[in-house]
Structures are given as C-alpha cells and as structure tokens.
Nanobody, 124 residues
Framework: QVQLVESGGGLVQAGGSLRLSCAAS????????MGWFRQAPGKEREFVAS????????YYPDSVKGRFAISRDNAKNTVYLQMNSLKPEDTAVYYC?????????????????WGQGTQVTVSS
C-alpha cells in the first residue's frame, strides 16, 4: 500500500521561500516518477512539478518555472519542492503524488496515489 505524507507547509510573506517534503512508503520509491500538484479554494487541482525516477529530468508549468524546484533523495524515499519568490497566488493545498511511470508525467489522470496535502499560505 503506497503512502505519501507531505510536510513543510505554512504561512509565509510574499517573496519568501518554503520547502515541502513528501515521504513515500509501500513500494520501491526509486522506480517511479513523482509529482506535486496544488489546489486553491474553488479551483481545480493543477500541476506544479514532476521529476523522473532518477531525478535527472524535471518539468514545470510556466506559472512556477524559475521559482520552484523539485528534487528527490532516493535513499530517503523523499521528494522535495523548493518554492522561492512566493506570490499570494501560490496559496493552495499542495499534494505530492505518484503513479506507475518511471518517466516524467504531468497529467492528473497519470497519478494513482496522493498524499493528504499540506497548506501553503502566502500573505501580501
């Protein structure tokens, strides 16, 4: 049974930084791509970042490119999301997720397992 547990959310001022962590268990972590999504109140869940099994390839939407960085530590079964230059519009619940692919995936339906989410609030 795959379990994903996010941590690291909180309240930060605009322009600040946060690092989210997601600890995975239940299967061989290093075999699978990982991703981060977010969902703001009243909005659909949206893709934020993905990383392949090795950590060698990453992908971001334009909305966070250059500000967010995804990374992973396969020895610790953990994926991270470093968020810099945060904006009030980044406020959302952030979820980590994984699917059955080792390669980069970024569409919602490609992810089978989700964490419970961690709240990120950016004040102006």
């Amino acid at each position: 049974q795959v379990q994903l547990v996010e941590s690291g959310g909180g309240l930060v001022q605009a322009g600040g930084s946060l690092r989210l962590s997601c600890a995975a268990s239940g299967r061989t972590f290093s075999n699978y791509a990982m991703g981060w999504f977010r969902q703001a109140p009243g909005k659909e869940r949206e893709f934020v970042a993905s990383i392949d099994w090795s950590g060698g390839s990453t992908y971001y939407p334009d909305s966070v490119k250059g500000r967010f960085a995804i990374s992973r530590d396969n020895a610790k079964n953990t994926v991270y999301l470093q968020m810099n230059s945060l904006k009030p519009e980044d406020t959302a619940v952030y979820y980590c997720a994984t699917g059955s692919s080792a390669s980069l995936i970024y569409r919602l339906y490609q992810y089978d397992y989700w964490g419970q989410g961690t709240q990120v609030t950016v004040s102006s």
